[in-house]
């Protein structure tokens, strides 16, 4: 499955457009990753645990994503876009979303 930002494929025609598919996925904040997150703003540096926990759920939304893509028979997601945001009372979770449009290519 090809996967891109950009509105189009160099070279290979767009035959049809299935529509959008979606991916989600929302984490709950973990007591010691926070923790740890806390000393690291004292002490300086970036938080690893943040960082692995953000490039999973990221590869989760985009494997939903394409996972419905199949579904329709697309070929591509092409103009994907991933958002991040904070939810649930006092910002305590965590929602990825991967938003692209499925396409068959010609």
């Known amino acids: 499955m090809l996967i891109t930002t950009t ?6 025609p767009i035959r049809e457009y299935l ?8 984490l709950g904040a973990n007591i010691f990753k ?3 997150a806390a000393v690291r703003d004292v002490v300086g540096g970036r938080s690893g645990a943040y960082e692995s926990t953000l490039r999973d759920a ?13 579904a329709l028979g697309a ?4 103009g994907v876009d991933i958002d ?3 939810v649930g009372q006092g910002g305590s979770m965590l929602m990825v979303t ?3 449009t499925a ?4």
């Open 7 to 12: 509105s189009v494929l160099e070279g290979k």
């Open 19 to 26: 529509g959008m598919v979606t991916g989600e996925v929302i």
């Open 34 to 36: 926070d923790l740890f």
């Open 58 to 70: 990221r590869a989760t939304a985009i494997d939903e994503m394409v996972r419905e893509a199949r």
């Open 75 to 78: 070929d591509a997601v092409i």
């Open 84 to 86: 991040y945001e904070t």
């Open 98 to 100: 991967a938003t692209g």
């Open 103 to 106: 396409v068959k290519l010609a």
